[in-house]
């Protein structure tokens, strides 16, 4: 089985920063992409950064320009860089992996534990 282990959340001052990490660990044959969603209470989960394994990167605008998501393919490892940190990213923040693993040919989609990411005024 795969496992996702999430990382690096907190609690920050506005306008601070953090980095999140997230490992995909198990018989992993190869990685479509990851990313990272979040989740505030009383809100619907949102796509907030993606990255595919040859580097091409999507983010949610709100993000745009503060948050950088960026993987290590030999660590199978993704992260999520976040800069000038606004109270509204308070939120639990998901990892996500779209991966085949050594026994299926299906894309699969797997999540991490989530973790917490408080931003104070």
């Known amino acids: 089985q795969v496992q996702l282990v999430e990382s690096g959340g907190g609690l920050v001052q506005a306008g601070g920063s953090l980095r999140l990490s997230c490992a995909a660990s198990?018989?992993?044959?190869?990685?479509?992409?990851m990313g990272w969603y979040r989740q505030a209470p009383g809100k619907q989960r949102e796509l907030v950064a993606t990255?595919?394994?040859?580097?091409?990167?999507d983010y949610v605008d709100s993000v745009k320009g503060r948050f950088t998501v960026s993987m290590d393919n030999a660590k199978n490892t993704v992260y999520l860089q976040m800069n000038s940190l606004k109270p509204e990213d308070t939120a639990v923040y998901y990892c996500?992996?779209?991966?085949?693993?050594?026994?299926?040919?299906?894309?699969?989609?797997?999540w991490g534990q989530g973790t917490q990411v408080t931003v104070s005024s």
């Open positions: 996500k992996a779209d991966l085949r693993t050594s026994s299926a040919p299906t894309n699969f989609r797997y």
């Open positions: 198990g018989s992993i044959f190869s990685i479509t992409n």
């Open positions: 990255i595919i394994s040859g580097g091409s990167t």
